[in-house]
């Protein structure tokens, strides 16, 4: 089994920055891929980055050159550097483990931008 622990939500003004964290432990044989979702409030969930085992990222449009995804794979732990904050960037951002056809997630942690 493998768990995910989210942290570094909160409150932020527009135009402002958070660094959101999630560590992965259990059964994690080889380096998996990681990213993030978020979904807001009536919304689906969507994807906001991942990275990928090799290191290579990938962004939602509404994203790119505000978000940076990296990782540490000694500590299993992916990040999400988010700066420029936007009031429509205020969702519950869920980290997710692939491995093979098998995706994890974390429990999520609460972004909310105010203008």
């Given at each position: ?47 906001v ?27 299993n ?24 056809v ?5 429990q ?6 105010s203008?």
């Amino acid at each position: 089994q493998v768990q995910l622990v989210e942290s570094g939500g909160g409150l932020v003004q527009a135009g402002g920055s958070l660094r959101l964290s999630c560590a992965a432990s259990g059964s994690i044989f080889s380096i998996p891929a990681m990213g993030w979702y978020c979904q807001a409030p009536g919304k689906q969930r969507e994807l906001v980055a991942t990275i990928t085992s090799g290191g290579s990222t990938n962004y939602a449009d509404s994203v790119k050159g505000r978000f940076t995804i990296s990782r540490d794979n000694a500590k299993n732990t992916v990040y999400l550097q988010m700066n420029s904050l936007k009031p429509e960037d205020t969702a519950v951002y869920y980290c997710y483990l692939a491995v093979g056809v098998r995706w994890y997630w974390g429990q999520g942690t609460q972004v909310t931008v105010s203008s």
